[in-house]
């Protein structure tokens, strides 16, 4: 599986970005598709992700302001992030795992990542 992020860019706290990652191969589906990030100096954590039913987890930091959503059709999986904080900034991954995880150890696949920068 190979993965493309995209959605990436610079916002003013309060505002909004979408996140799309795109994925190659015919077994997208089948795959637990998450978000992670990284600010600088600081480890990768775990954002959010969702199964292939459909099921969704995300961090305590953007619960209620950010949703995860997947396209099978369009071997594609979306990160809508409202309400964006300073601390937001990071660069963001896209991650395709077998299993339901938060631990970035589980994922197989990783994207290039997409920076997201919030302005205060």
């Known amino acids: 599986v190979q993965l493309q992020a995209s959605g990436g860019g610079l916002v003013q706290a309060g505002g909004s970005l979408r996140l799309s990652c795109a994925a190659s191969?015919?077994?997208?589906?089948?795959?637990?598709m998450g978000w992670f990030r990284q600010a600088p100096g600081k480890e990768r954590e775990f954002v959010t992700a969702?199964?292939?039913?459909?099921?969704?987890y995300y961090a305590d930091s953007v619960k209620g302001r950010f949703t995860i959503s997947r396209d099978n059709a369009k071997n594609t999986v979306y990160l809508q992030m409202n309400s964006l904080k300073p601390e937001d900034t990071a660069v963001y991954y896209c991650?395709?795992?077998?299993?339901?995880?938060?631990?970035?150890?589980?994922?197989?696949?990783w994207g290039q990542g997409t920076q997201v920068t919030v302005s205060s």
């Open positions: 991650a395709a795992s077998r299993d339901l995880s938060r631990l970035a150890r589980e994922y197989e696949y």
């Open positions: 191969g015919r077994t997208f589906s089948r795959y637990v």
């Open positions: 969702i199964s292939w039913s459909g099921a969704t």
